[in-house]
Nanobody
């Protein structure tokens, strides 16, 4: 199970840190990702952390967002800086035991989502 938290309302230019806590004893072997879904749009890939620690970001968040993980705490984080109104969305964490991918279908487990709203 995945439990996402940390969303909220922030002004443009501000920062938020999302957390996603996972249950289980094999967290370190999972590829962890963040997706987001804006109102009226499809859910999109944001970033991922491979089990080995390397990361991948979608172009629109490069240099502003940072994904990190603490395997001892079974938690993945998304630090979001310089937030823009277009970052407004429900953010979901996801876990994959086998594949890492920008596509949703690779992920076995999903968190419940946390709302991020950026005001202009």
């Amino acid at each position: 199970q995945l439990q996402a938290s940390g969303g909220g309302l922030v002004q443009a230019g501000g920062s938020l840190r999302l957390s996603c806590a996972a249950s289980g004893r094999t967290f370190s072997t999972y590829h962890m990702a963040w997706f987001r879904q804006a109102p009226g749009k499809e859910r999109d890939f944001v970033c991922l952390s491979r089990s080995g620690g390397s990361t991948l970001y979608t172009d629109s968040v490069k240099g502003r967002f940072t994904i990190s993980r603490d395997n001892a705490k079974n938690t993945v984080y998304l630090q979001m800086n310089s937030l823009k109104p277009e970052d407004t969305a429900v953010y979901y964490c996801a876990a994959s035991s086998l594949l890492w991918s920008r596509g949703e279908s690779a992920y076995d487990y999903w968190g419940q989502g946390t709302q991020v709203t950026v005001s202009s």
